[in-house]
T-cell receptor
Framework: AQTIHQWPVAEIKAVGSPLSLGCTIK??????LYWYWQATGGTLQQLFY??????VESVVQLNLSASRPKDDQFILSTEKLLLSHSGFYLC?????????????FGEGSKLTVL | GQGVEQPAKLMSVEGTFARVNCTYS??????LSWYQQREGQAPVFLSY??LDGLKDSGHFSTFLSRSNGYSYLLLTELQIKDSASYLC??????????WGSGTKLIIKP
């Protein structure tokens, strides 16, 4: 069975500090991977997606960057956090060949920037 | 421009039904999905439709009318635990998902 795990579950960080959020998928080879951001009560906003190791496409950057160093790992990071980075970050995967729109989400990482 | 619209809130009563509406205007159409999202949790996939008509999946049914850019999610025999936000997402011609802002369903006893 496929599992997706995000870390950390929650973070409280200061403005201007760095951030790294991670996501690992087990049990699925070469999935499509996605990073989403959701403000409290807001709409899901796709940030990045990756269809293969080493390749990441930006949809909306928001002063963030993403990398896929391994087939099963997706990292979201920034050197300097802004207040506007607060929210819920979700990693998701989908089948590489599937067009059904089914995304499998991780548990999410709640980020509070003070 | 592209957009997916949903009412912000919907109230219903336990044991009855609720219909969550979604209207969309996108460049192309490659299917529409519904997700359930509980407070503070990740969305969970419920249904995917690409052809017109009603798709019955028991507790959840989904209707699509591509000519009208309209879909609804029908929940029957509502339980209190069905209280959640329901998100509609449309896949456009580039296979990008365009998300609605979600409908918060409140179910009263």
């Amino acid at each position: 069975a496929q599992t997706i795990h995000q870390w950390p579950v929650a973070e409280i960080k200061a403005v201007g500090s760095p951030l790294s959020l991670g996501c690992t998928i087990k049990g699925k080879s070469s999935p499509n991977l996605y990073w989403y951001w959701q403000a409290t009560g807001g709409t899901l906003q796709q940030l990045f997606y990756s269809i293969t190791v080493g390749q990441v496409e930006s949809v909306v950057q928001l002063n963030l960057s993403a990398s896929r160093p391994k087939d099963d790992q997706f990292i979201l990071s920034t050197e300097k956090l802004l207040l506007s980075h607060s929210g819920f970050y979700l990693c998701a995967w989908s089948l590489a060949t599937g067009h059904t729109g089914q995304l499998y989400f991780g548990e999410g990482s709640k980020l509070t920037v003070l | 421009g592209q957009g997916v619209e949903q009412p912000a809130k919907l109230m219903s009563v336990e044991g009855t039904f609720a219909r969550v509406n979604c209207t969309y205007s996108t460049s192309g159409f490659n299917g529409l999905s519904w997700y359930q999202q509980r407070e503070g949790q990740a969305p969970v996939f419920l249904s995917y439709v690409v052809l017109d008509g009603l798709k019955d999946s028991g507790h959840f049914s989904t209707f699509l009318s591509r000519s009208n850019g309209y879909s609804y999610l029908l929940l029957t025999e509502l339980q209190i635990k069905d209280s959640a936000s329901y998100l509609c997402a449309v896949r456009d011609s580039n296979y990008q998902l365009i998300w609605g802002s979600g409908t918060k369903l409140i179910i009263k006893p």
